[in-house]
């Protein structure tokens, strides 16, 4: 069964950097075709894909915040590591874990955390 | 980045009615668009990938159809678990962009 859970702080200042992790079960990263990425979800609902990393350390992201992203991945430890800089009061969001389906598109997901609500404010 | 346009922004209907939602891409895709639904305060989840493959688990009353640009969702029969916001997705290029989403209300 695969699982995947978000962690890192709820309440960031503006200018300060976030630092999210993803710790997951059920599957390896080391196994060819897997992918493990982010999304986030504003308040106003709308989805945005923000980064994913694949098993080979391949590593995609959206274009408009690719200055701000990194995406890294700890396969010992089943982890994944996102972190954006320079946060803005904008970038409040419940930011989700996914799985990327294995053999489709990339952008595909067949499993999300539960997502963490990341604020940003003074 | 592909834009995504979703119709209805709402929908009301009953139990046991065929609903359809559409969404149409700012340019052509093939076939990669995917379904998503979403119930308040949980992660979406994936019903229909490559616009019309279903899920393992979904039930076979969801069906998608399209290609290139115009893509729908059917619900054959809506059960009362069904009432949530249902996203599109393109997984053709990077950024994914999804749709704005349609909320699926009880009448």
């Known amino acids: 069964q695969i699982t995947l859970k978000e962690s890192g702080p709820t309440l960031v200042k503006p200018t300060q950097t976030l630092t999210l992790t993803c710790t997951f079960s059920?599957?390896?990263?080391?196994?060819?075709?897997?992918?493990v990425g982010w999304i986030r979800q504003s308040p106003g609902k709308a989805l945005e894909w923000l980064a994913l990393?694949?098993?080979?350390?391949?590593?995609r992201y959206s274009p408009s915040l690719r200055s701000r992203l990194t995406i890294t991945k700890d396969t010992s430890k089943n982890q994944v590591v996102l972190t954006m800089t320079n946060m803005d009061p904008v970038d409040t969001a419940t930011y989700y874990c996914?799985?990327?389906?294995?053999?489709?598109?990339?952008?595909?997901?067949?499993?999300w955390g539960q997502g963490t609500l990341v604020t940003v404010s003074s | 980045d592909i834009q995504m346009t979703q119709s209805p922004s709402s929908l009301s209907a009953s139990v046991g009615d065929r609903v359809t939602i559409t969404c149409r891409t700012s340019?052509?895709?093939?076939?990669?668009l995917n379904w998503y639904q979403q119930k308040p305060g949980k992660a979406p989840k994936l019903l229909i990938y490559d616009a019309s493959s279903l899920q393992s688990g979904v039930p076979s009353r969801f069906s998608g159809s399209g290609s290139g640009t115009d893509f729908t969702l059917t619900i054959s029969s809506l059960q009362p678990e069904d009432f949530a916001t249902y996203f599109c997705?393109?997984?053709?290029?990077?950024?994914?962009?999804f749709g704005q989403g349609t909320r699926l209300e009880i009448k």
């Open positions: 059920g599957f390896s990263l080391s196994t060819s075709g897997v992918g």
């Open positions: 996914v799985h990327r389906l294995n053999g489709a598109s990339p952008g595909t997901v067949d499993y």
């Open positions: 340019q052509s895709i093939s076939k990669y």
């Open positions: 990393i694949y098993w080979d350390d391949d590593k």
């Open positions: 997705q393109q997984s053709y290029g990077s950024p994914y962009t």
